[in-house]
């Protein structure tokens, strides 16, 4: 099992819609989370970042995190075509100057 | 804002031969990591290194070998390359403060190995 699990997709959403994008992690101590978005080819760019239970908003971007369930996702609020991208859910588990331990990524597919 | 920059942004090499890439992490940045992204893979650490120090260790071969300098630039060595160290290669930097644990990623190298 890996240590962070994304659904591969593809999610296929309408542009204009919500696009839920769901990871799960198994190390409890787990301190920090990322979601970055992959065009194919690209480097990884930074979304969101979140460290505490509940939810933080940027834009159209909300990651919300659940420590007791292991869990993080990433909403995507008016889905544009320019949104379609991989995004990878990413966990930092001591903190600190330390690895991302990356799941595998979910393909997001916006369509007009 | 400046950015991690990778140089060589594409290499070709022939199996066995060795190869280096190079990482300039952003200005005031302290600490570097290093990334090896397969084709429809995802990311997988290979090493870090704070204030040029090697700071925590992955999945990388033992003909692998990687530094930071004095200027906190890194280079990533690898010798007798093999058809599956084919990859794109990415490095990453972080810096001190409240985002110190916020990697940022170079455009990488493209690495092929025919």
């Known amino acids: 099992q890996k240590e962070v699990e994304q659904n591969s997709g593809p999610l296929s959403v309408p542009e204009g819609a919500i696009a839920s994008l769901n990871c799960t992690y198994s190390d409890r101590v787990s301190q920090s989370f990322f979601w970055y978005r992959q065009y194919s080819g690209k480097s990884p760019e930074l979304i969101m970042s979140?460290?505490?239970?509940g939810d933080k908003e940027d834009g159209r971007f909300t990651a919300q995190l659940n420590k007791a369930s292991q869990y993080v996702s990433l909403l995507i609020r008016d889905s544009q075509p320019s949104d379609s991208a991989t995004y990878l859910c990413a966990v930092n588990i001591y903190g600190g100057y330390n690895k991302l331990i990356f799941g595998a990524g979910t393909r997001l597919a916006v369509h007009p | 804002a400046a950015g991690v920059i990778q140089s060589p942004r594409h290499l070709i090499k022939e199996k066995r031969e060795t190869a280096t890439l190079k990482c300039y992490p952003i200005p005031r940045h302290d600490t570097v990591y290093w990334y090896q992204q397969g084709p429809g893979q995802d990311p997988q650490f290979l090493i870090s290194?704070?204030?040029?120090?090697?700071?925590d260790k992955g999945s990388i071969p033992d003909r692998f070998s990687a530094q930071q300098f004095s200027d906190y630039h890194s280079e990533l060595n690898m010798s007798s390359l093999e058809l599956g160290d084919s990859a794109l290669y990415f490095c990453a930097s972080s810096g001190g403060g409240l985002a110190k644990n916020i990697q940022y990623f170079g455009a990488g190298t493209r690495l092929s190995v025919l």
């Open positions: 290194f704070y204030e040029k120090m090697q700071s």
């Open positions: 979140i460290y505490s239970n």
